[in-house]
């Protein structure tokens, strides 16, 4: 069984050959298992914090294995909290195996997934909210979904959180200190007053909870299919937005047989728009699987485009098949093929030509409105967008519901005490001032070596 208080190693950088890689070493032996394969003009413990030295790094056999830079930290001041060094080699994976291979030799071992992360947790580096926002700063792959890991780590959301935790138990501390006094029938806290205060906590916690539809989507992306009967324009819509051929395009009716998934960042916002085969009625074997995951697409996409031909009659049978199949606030009706003529037929939601590109921005508009929905979003914003706190959030707003009861029909101190402690629980839980092992085994399990 490993401890946290070994001293460990694990490359930093991404695996692979490049100009340079680092080397991460954190635990109470890291100068000291250092200074046996390093040498420079002075040892480490003898630096300053915060330095980088220039040395040589050797093997057993006195063999030079690589001239590096070293960096040095030291504890508290240092990601993990504890004493830390990062090794500066050239991009060799050749070299870094070796230069592992000698650390281990004195007192060193391999890091797991996220331990040195795991550490700067257990050493009050940062909270567990914020050691999320970590690994959700390494996956961001778009402006928005990186601001919104940003906000994060900058401890937005665990400051909201905290506060919110910390009105809270000063309410519950009145209730139980009354029923320390009980026999002196002392009151400490009106239960008026007591009743306000978890209205004001729960109103705070539903705000959040209203916020992860828009934190999910900034964190995870929209899932969009493209709907519509064959030879529409569905996957010339799609060739315009990529800006390339992707999809195949042709006059003939059915071409897609299969659903093409591609994706395409609209003002930070990451999109995954699936093309989907033609859904109609066939005798074609390979065409009904296509339609048959047509309908799987649908039912798992957050946005649904079903794309008309305007010079045709609207396809009214296929929109009441996709309200059977996904909810209508889902489902956006797109007009294509304005360019062919003005007269249209049906009212739809936007018009466009995926042939010039006509009403393209107004459709990007109204697929942003529909997916993220919130407008007055800052970078100052406390938003969740991550399920465990998510589901905290409601337990939180849960027991102070019953908190809310448990006053209205009288019932004692006790029972009250229990619903508010409860929810403080669940909104510790959040930033790790309540966890089990479980929680962080999970949490941490999913970050790669070396962070």
Request: proline share 1%.
């Amino acid at each position: 069984m490993f401890s946290n208080e070994d001293t460990i190693t694990a490359l930093a950088t991404a695996p692979g050959i490049g100009a340079i890689s680092v080397i991460r070493v954190s635990g109470s032996n890291s100068f000291s298992a250092v200074d046996n394969i390093f040498r420079s003009s002075k040892k480490l413990s003898d630096c300053e914090p915060n330095t980088i030295h220039y040395g040589k790094i050797y093997n057993g056999k006195n063999d030079v294995l690589d001239d590096v830079l070293v960096s040095v930290f030291q504890s508290p001041n240092s990601y993990t909290g504890e004493d830390s060094v990062e090794i500066s080699t050239h991009g060799s994976q050749l070299i870094v195996g070796k230069i592992i291979e000698e650390l281990m030799k004195y007192d060193v071992r391999i890091a797991e997934p996220g331990e040195f992360t795991k550490r700067a947790f257990m050493n009050g580096k940062i909270d567990l909210a914020q050691a999320e926002a970590v690994i959700d700063i390494i996956n961001s792959r778009t402006d928005a979904s990186l601001r919104g890991a940003r906000n994060q780590l900058d401890g937005i959301l665990s400051g909201k959180v905290n506060s919110l935790r910390e009105m809270l138990v000063n309410a519950s501390s009145l209730v139980e200190l009354e029923l320390d006094f009980a026999e002196e029938d002392i009151e400490f806290i009106q239960l008026d007053e007591l009743s306000s205060k978890i209205d004001t906590v729960k109103e705070e916690i539903d705000k959040l909870i209203l916020t992860y539809s828009f934190g999910r989507v900034i964190k995870d992306g929209v899932n969009v299919a493209l709907v519509g009967k064959p030879n529409v324009g569905k996957s010339s819509l799609l060739n315009y937005i990529l800006k390339e051929s992707r999809a195949i395009v042709s006059e003939i009716p059915g071409t897609t047989r299969d659903v093409i998934r591609e994706e395409v960042s609209i003002d930070g916002i990451l999109f995954r728009l699936f093309d989907t085969a033609g859904i109609r009625i066939t005798e074609d074997t390979i065409e009904k699987e296509g339609v048959l995951r047509s309908r799987k697409a649908v039912q798992d996409a957050d946005l649904i485009l079903l794309i008309d031909d305007i010079t045709e009659e609207f396809s009214a049978n296929l929109f009441n098949d996709l309200k059977n199949l996904a909810s209508s606030e889902r489902i956006i009706t797109v007009g294509n093929k304005i360019d062919l003529t003005k007269k249209v037929n049906y009212n739809y939601d936007v018009l466009v030509s995926a042939l010039t590109g006509e009403g393209i921005n107004i459709l990007f508009e109204k697929m942003k409105l529909m997916s993220v929905g919130m407008s007055n979003y800052t970078e100052q914003t406390a938003i969740v967008s991550n399920i465990r706190h998510y589901n905290a959030l409601k337990r939180a707003s849960e027991n102070l519901i019953k908190g809310k009861e448990s006053i209205r029909v009288g019932m004692s101190g006790e029972f009250i005490s229990v619903d508010l402690r409860n929810a403080e629980t669940a909104l510790g839980e959040i930033i790790g001032k309540v966890t089990t092992d479980d929680i962080l085994n999970n949490i941490f399990s999913k970050f790669c070596i070396g962070k």
